[in-house]
């Protein structure tokens, strides 16, 4: 892989913005953003403490001075509808710790962190100072929750038609009855049991039939409510299919959670302006996802993400993809699938990617917008970093580098050479002297 020109490094300098740390860093991108509905705010790891500040920092702006209504995020539907309950001033809790105990699913810290309690106690605080018709929402895009999800639609149905709550216990009961959805997945593929596929697409039209009786009351109480419950619905579906899908191929999985995502997005949008609304959403997920697929490796393996799919579905200047990258410093992340959070010593990037290229500007923190010179030298494939939950510092050439072309992949990017780990609410993660790199 060749080294970049000195040219390549003169253009970014030329067209980079630095950050100094205050507002005015994000003002170049609100310009750019414009009227734009959607924007997607990536994050090179599931766990550096500044992607999650910055993404909270622009997002309030864009609530304040933009007229974003939303903010959607890469967790379970049910789990962030409750934060969205307190965010707007609705709900049981009282205070911003309590809204966010439901999120018990591994990693536990991708949202419980200091700095997503921040945000959401700054977002409820703009939201008392206006009506209620006009506050901005919090709202999960994922669809781990399959048997929370189907408590939920049991339990929506319960309180406006109780026959069709019974009709929906039983026909989530043949999902599992030992709650295990890979156990579901696996043995519905090998044929050891019947696939609940019907019974849940059922459940779905069953749901969008009787919606004009269900919303006989009228009103944002009643079309929340059916939304909340109606969604939960098609999480139970996507789950169903994700879990069989895990049993073939990586591509297939990955589709349909993303495919999901995008659907739970555009519905979102649909359901606020609905309401009155604008339906102007901030995207929060990490770059794999928000990134369009077709600029990377991804695409060779028929996957798809959440980035490409808004793109070729909405206006074409509907939507700005923003991409996070950093350089070195520590994140937190555990070593295995349902690990312990433990925050880790990020390795420097390799000299033949992206984040070492950044580097070798010595802008240290800086903004690119991929629309001038660097948007063509930055076409050029080079290897880029992805860091989820989990971090393996010894295989971290197969485990986290993939080829892309970032100006193709991002209308923008941040980079930060030195980032540090989020602090999860729970407990401080095990500090990087006390664990090996």
Same mark, same amino acid.
């Given at each position: 892989?060749?080294?970049?020109?000195?040219?390549?490094?003169?253009?970014?300098?030329?067209?980079?913005?630095?950050?100094?740390?205050?507002?005015?860093?994000?003002? &170049?991108?609100?310009?750019?953003?414009?009227?734009?509905?959607?924007?997607?705010?990536?994050?090179?790891?599931?766990?550096?403490?500044?992607?999650?500040?910055?993404? &909270?920092?622009?997002?309030?702006?864009?609530?304040?001075?933009?007229?974003?209504?939303?903010?959607?995020?890469?967790?379970?539907?049910?789990?962030?509808?409750?934060?969205?309950?307190?965010?707007?001033?609705?709900?049981?809790?009282? &205070?911003?710790?309590?809204?966010?105990?439901?999120?018990?699913?591994?990693?536990?810290?991708?949202?419980?962190?200091?700095?997503?309690?921040?945000?959401?106690?700054?977002?409820?605080?703009?939201?008392?100072?206006?009506?209620?018709?006009?506050?901005?929402?919090?709202?999960?895009?994922?669809?781990?929750?399959?048997?929370?999800?189907?408590?939920?639609?049991?339990?929506?149905?319960?309180?406006?038609?109780?026959?069709?709550?019974?009709?929906?216990?039983?026909?989530?009961?043949?999902?599992?009855?030992?709650?295990?959805?890979?156990?579901?997945?696996?043995?519905?593929?090998?044929?050891?049991?019947?696939?609940?596929?019907?019974?849940?697409?059922?459940?779905?039209?069953?749901?969008?039939?009787?919606?004009?009786?269900?919303?006989?009351?009228?009103?944002?109480?009643?079309?929340?409510?059916?939304?909340?419950?109606?969604?939960?619905?098609?999480?139970?579906?996507?789950?169903?299919?994700?879990?069989?899908?895990?049993?073939?191929?990586?591509?297939?999985?990955?589709?349909?959670?993303?495919?999901?995502?995008?659907?739970?997005?555009?519905?979102?949008?649909?359901?606020?302006?609905?309401?009155?609304?604008?339906?102007?959403?901030?995207?929060?997920?990490?770059?794999?996802?928000?990134?369009?697929?077709?600029?990377?490796?991804?695409?060779?393996?028929?996957?798809?993400?959440?980035?490409?799919?808004?793109?070729?579905?909405?206006?074409?200047?509907?939507?700005?993809?923003?991409?996070?990258?950093?350089?070195?410093?520590?994140?937190?992340?555990?070593?295995?699938?349902?690990?312990?959070?433990?925050?880790?010593?990020?390795?420097?990037?390799?000299?033949?990617?992206?984040?070492?290229?950044?580097?070798?500007?010595?802008?240290?923190?800086?903004?690119?917008?991929?629309?001038?010179?660097?948007?063509?030298?930055?076409?050029?494939?080079?290897?880029?970093?992805?860091?989820?939950?989990?971090?393996?510092?010894?295989?971290?050439?197969?485990?986290?580098?993939?080829?892309?072309?970032?100006?193709?992949?991002?209308?923008?990017?941040?980079?930060?050479?030195?980032?540090?780990?989020?602090?999860?609410?729970?407990?401080?993660?095990?500090?990087?002297?006390?664990?090996?790199?």
């Amino acid at each position: 892989m060749p080294k970049p020109s000195h040219t390549a490094l003169d253009v970014i300098r030329n067209e980079a913005i630095r950050l100094d740390g205050d507002a005015s860093d994000y003002d &170049a991108l609100l310009d750019s953003i414009g009227e734009r509905s959607l924007v997607l705010l990536g994050e090179a790891t599931h766990g550096t403490r500044e992607f999650y500040r910055m993404r &909270a920092e622009l997002t309030l702006r864009l609530v304040v001075e933009k007229g974003f209504d939303a903010v959607a995020v890469e967790a379970d539907w049910p789990d962030a509808y409750r934060l969205n309950l307190f965010v707007r001033g609705e709900g049981r809790d009282q &205070a911003a710790p309590s809204a966010f105990d439901d999120f018990q699913r591994f990693p536990r810290w991708m949202w419980r962190n200091e700095e997503v309690l921040r945000f959401v106690e700054r977002l409820r605080d703009i939201n008392m100072t206006r009506e209620a018709h006009d506050r901005a929402g919090f709202y999960g895009l994922d669809m781990y929750s399959m048997y929370r999800s189907a408590n939920a639609v049991v339990d929506y149905l319960s309180t406006v038609d109780e026959e069709q709550a019974a009709i929906a216990k039983r026909q989530y009961a043949a999902l599992d009855h030992v709650r295990d959805p890979q156990r579901y997945g696996y043995e519905a593929v090998l044929g050891l049991r019947p696939d609940c596929r019907e019974a849940v697409r059922q459940r779905l039209l069953d749901m969008w039939t009787l919606a004009p009786e269900y919303l006989a009351a009228d009103g944002r109480a009643a079309a929340d409510a059916y939304f909340f419950a109606e969604r939960n619905a098609h999480v139970v579906a996507s789950a169903e299919s994700y879990y069989r899908a895990m049993f073939g191929s990586r591509a297939a999985s990955w589709n349909v959670r993303d495919d999901h995502m995008v659907q739970t997005l555009f519905a979102l949008q649909e359901h606020l302006r609905a309401l009155g609304s604008a339906g102007k959403v901030v995207v929060w997920a990490h770059n794999s996802h928000l990134g369009d697929a077709r600029a990377t490796e991804m695409s060779r393996g028929g996957e798809w993400n959440v980035g490409q799919l808004v793109r070729e579905r909405a206006d074409s200047e509907a939507a700005w993809l923003v991409g996070f990258t950093t350089y070195t410093g520590t994140v937190t992340a555990a070593l295995e699938w349902d690990g312990e959070a433990e925050c880790r010593k990020v390795q420097v990037a390799r000299q033949d990617s992206y984040e070492a290229l950044f580097h070798r500007t010595r802008l240290d923190r800086f903004y690119l917008p991929m629309q001038g010179d660097a948007a063509n030298l930055l076409r050029d494939p080079l290897l880029e970093r992805a860091i989820g939950v989990i971090y393996r510092a010894d295989t971290e050439y197969e485990s986290h580098y993939f080829m892309a072309s970032i100006a193709a992949q991002f209308d923008a990017v941040f980079h930060l050479d030195e980032t540090a780990a989020i602090e999860p609410l729970d407990t401080a993660a095990t500090r990087p002297e006390m664990q090996p790199v």
